[in-house]
Nanobody, 115 residues
């Protein structure tokens, strides 16, 4: 069982930055892959970025060069640093963990980017 709690969402102007946090109830070094997904109104949930237990990151083309995913094992937390935000980044952002053939989700945090 893995419980995930996100924080850090909010309202920001285009060009601004936000940092999302995902705190895990389980040691994140034991979780092979953790990631961030997002879902905009009327759209399907999509991968934003994920990171392996060894720190290897993977990004959606739409966020490459603007977002950075990183993890702090001592705090059992994964972060998503989002820079140069665009209105099209507006969505609910969800933390995700894949552990022992089960996928876990956080409750989501709203990110709204105004133009």
């Amino acid at each position: 069982q893995v419980e995930l709690v996100e924080s850090g969402g909010g309202l920001v102007q285009a060009g601004g930055s936000l940092r999302l946090s995902c705190a895990s109830s389980r040691s994140i070094f034991s979780i092979p892959v953790m990631g961030w997904y997002r879902q905009a109104p009327g759209k399907e949930r999509e991968l934003v970025a994920d990171i392996t237990r060894f720190g290897s990151g993977n990004y959606a083309d739409s966020v490459k060069g603007r977002f950075t995913i990183f993890r702090e094992n001592a705090k059992n937390t994964v972060y998503l640093q989002m820079n140069s935000l665009k209105p099209e980044d507006t969505a609910v952002y969800y933390c995700n963990a894949r552990f022992r053939d089960t996928t876990y989700w956080g409750q989501g945090t709203q990110v709204t980017v105004s133009s």
